[in-house]
């Protein structure tokens, strides 16, 4: 039995000779083979010398079978690999004829410098001055571009813009005002301040206010005052009366008019005085000379000043007392010299105090001064503002705000003005990356706004961000057309008329202009 299983394994032989090599050049190569070349197969076959045994034939057929799976892959792929080039060549075709056919649709006119649109050329090549590739100008876009283009107009790539950080902002029309605010300091209404003083020479005999910053009421007693000509004149005053009760039904005319009019005399000095009604009726029912005769407060408010002492002789320059009424305060303001034109009478002004910011006293301006603090360099304004409270004390410190109201204005961001000095001037973008330097003039600065009074239109972008960097882009460019159109490459020297003050220039000097 062992040596019939040997006998069958030798006989029974099967060979695949360049498989290996068939199913590389298979993956490198997909042109197409014959079957000769791609599998070759040798079944040798000896006559048995003894019966093959049942085993043997399922192993010889599962082989087969394993060969003719791996055969039938190899075909499905090959197959497939035509399929897929066929459908890449015919995308290529395709899209080339497509991208052939857009560009023969665009005319283009010439060939231009980017850093200098002036420079312009008939065919492709590389600027002069800059050694940058010139850039096809189709006949669509010079159309556009020349119609809607101003004088002074220049291009910055888009990739140049965002390299250097250009922003734009947009000019319109907006309602805007401006909020002044200064440091106001509380003061007396000057109008409401009564200086005492007495119109006689005497003595004070007793004081009634004592001390100053004490509250007095209008008619209350000041002080009492002795003095030998009041003393004498409510004599004069009490005879006057007697003569005229005695004599004022005579039958003598002359003498009744005569005591009447000494009785009004008399009277009249007295009041005069700052005697009152009350005091001179109560001279004429007691009939005998007052000898102090009280001074009373002119006005409701409070003592500033006091210079009223008991025994002291006062005569009639001298201040007995100061008396305000802070029911109305002021507050005088002081306003920059560069803001004193925006200050009108009438304006609305806020005022707080430092420690009640809840609180808000809306006023008026009343007052501005004609002349400017040359210590401060500031203007003086003064509001004047209710205080029925008494919060308002003199000396105090108060937060002003003066809003004023300019209406509806065009104006545009503040850092789109580059400002040389003598002219402000903005950057305006136009389309397709061109820019045009404007020169505008300049109204009122309003926080991070500016008026425009010419110059711009509602509507229009301006540069905000990068402004120096794009005008040192405007400048190099007005450099470079200011050194000639033409002057890339060659160009031509002009003739010179030989004259006794000008020499021919020399030939080696005309080459020294061929380029800039």
Same mark, same amino acid.
């Given at each position: ?39 070759? +197969? ?54 080339? @004829? ?37 850039? $096809? ?11 809607? /283009? ?15 950080? %250009?922003?734009?902002? @947009? =000019? ?34 007793? +004081? ?7 509250q007095v009421e209008k008619g209350q007693p000041l002080i ?73 407060? $002119?006005?409701?408010?409070? =003592? ?40 009108? /009478? ?32 500031? /203007? ?5 503002? $209710?205080?029925?409270?008494?919060n308002f004390k003199p000396d105090m410190y108060a937060n ?12 545009? $961001? ?13 950057? +305006? ?20 706004? %500016? ?10 972008? %301006? ?27 060659? +160009?031509?020297?002009?003739?010179? =008329? ?19």
């Amino acid at each position: 039995m062992k040596d019939i299983t040997k006998t069958s394994n030798q006989t029974d032989l099967l060979v695949i000779e360049p498989l290996d090599q068939v199913e590389n050049s298979s993956s490198s190569n997909l042109n197409p083979i014959t079957s000769e070349q791609l599998v070759t +197969v040798t079944i040798t076959e000896q006559p048995p010398t003894q019966p093959l045994t049942t085993s043997t034939k399922v192993s010889t057929k599962k082989k087969l079978w394993v060969f003719l799976l791996v055969l039938s892959i190899l075909l499905i792929g090959y197959w497939k690999s035509n399929e897929i080039k066929k459908l890449a060549t015919n995308l290529f075709s395709t899209n080339k @004829e497509t991208i052939s056919q857009t560009v023969q649709t665009k005319k283009i006119l010439y060939w231009q410098d980017p850093m200098h649109p002036a420079y312009k050329s008939d065919k492709p090549g590389q600027a002069p001055d800059c050694g940058m590739d010139l850039v $096809p100008v189709y006949e669509e876009e010079a159309t556009t571009t020349s119609k809607s /283009l101003p004088e002074g107009a220049f291009k910055i790539s888009p990739e140049k813009q965002q390299l250097i950080g %250009v922003q734009y902002g @947009e =000019v319109s029309y907006k309602t805007i005002s401006k909020t002044l605010r200064t440091v106001g300091r509380i003061t007396y209404d000057e109008t409401r301040v009564s200086h005492v003083h007495t119109k006689i020479d005497g003595w004070i005999e007793k +004081v009634y206010i004592d001390f100053i910053g004490k509250q007095v009421e209008k008619g209350q007693p000041l002080i009492s005052i002795y003095s030998p000509d009041l003393v004498q004149t409510q004599q004069e005053f009490l005879l006057a009366l007697r003569a005229k009760q005695e004599l004022g039904d005579s039958s003598f005319p002359e003498a009744a008019r005569g005591v009447a009019s000494l009785y009004e005399s008399a009277r009249r000095r007295l009041e005069l005085w700052d005697i009152t009604p009350e005091q001179i009726k109560e001279l004429e029912e007691r009939g005998q000379p007052i000898k102090a005769l009280t001074l009373y407060a $002119p006005a409701s408010g409070y =003592v500033l000043t006091r210079n009223a002492f008991e025994k002291q002789r006062i005569m009639p320059d001298t201040e007995l007392y100061s008396i305000v009424d802070l029911s109305s305060v002021w507050v005088i303001a002081d306003i920059y010299e560069f803001e004193a034109s925006e200050i009108k /009478l009438g304006q609305k002004v806020n005022i707080t105090l430092p420690y009640a910011l809840g609180k808000t006293v809306s006023a008026k301006i009343s007052y501005i001064s004609p002349q400017l603090d040359n210590t401060t360099r500031t /203007l003086k304004v003064r509001i004047e503002i $209710p205080n029925p409270d008494l919060n308002f004390k003199p000396d105090m410190y108060a937060n002003v705000e003066i809003k004023i109201d300019y209406g509806k204005q065009l104006v545009v $961001p503040q850092e789109a003005i580059l400002d040389s000095g003598l002219e402000q001037r903005v950057f +305006v973008a136009l389309e397709e990356g061109y820019f045009q330097p404007r020169i505008v003039k300049l109204g009122d600065k309003l926080d991070d706004k %500016v008026v425009i009074v010419s110059g711009l239109k509602a509507g229009e972008r %301006v540069v905000t961000s990068a402004n120096f960097l794009v005008d040192s882009e405007s400048q190099l460019k007005m450099a470079v057309g200011g050194m000639g159109t033409h002057n890339h490459g060659s +160009v031509a020297p002009s003739k010179t =008329v030989p004259t006794p003050e000008t020499k021919t220039p020399n030939p080696s000097q005309k080459s020294q202009h061929s380029q800039h």
